[in-house]
């Protein structure tokens, strides 16, 4: 840590407005981790499904409609939608990663 980074973080740890609302960062971040988590953990039922059902593992369709939703969403929220759409642009192509190497696995295993 280079000088000004460690007095900039005395001078963060002395100031209790600034620490609370990094208190409320943290809170949140912690919040979105288990989120994504708990998505995660049904998308995952979702491949094995899919897999099983020989559906493919991705769904261009749905994935525009979230996305045109998911914006509108961050519009209402004043949340700058180019944002959301590449956050969940990433999240989406993940699951769809995680998808396919489901399908692998399970044809791998018949």
Do not use: C, W
Not at 5 to 22: F, I, M, N, Q
Not at 93 to 103: N, Q, T, Y
């Amino acid at each position: 840590m280079s000088e000004q980074d460690h007095r900039s973080t005395e001078t963060a740890g002395d100031d209790p407005v600034l620490a609370a609302y990094r208190q409320s960062i943290d809170n949140i971040d912690a919040a979105l981790i288990h989120m994504l988590a708990e998505r995660f953990k049904v998308t995952q039922k979702v491949g094995e499904y899919k897999a099983t059902a020989e559906l493919p593992p991705a769904d261009p369709s749905r994935e525009e409609r979230q996305i045109a939703r998911l914006r509108r969403l961050a519009e209402a929220a004043e949340l700058d939608p180019e944002f959301s759409e590449k956050f969940l642009r990433f999240v989406i192509d993940e699951v769809i990663h995680h998808h396919e190497r489901i399908r692998e696995r399970e044809h791998r295993d018949r």
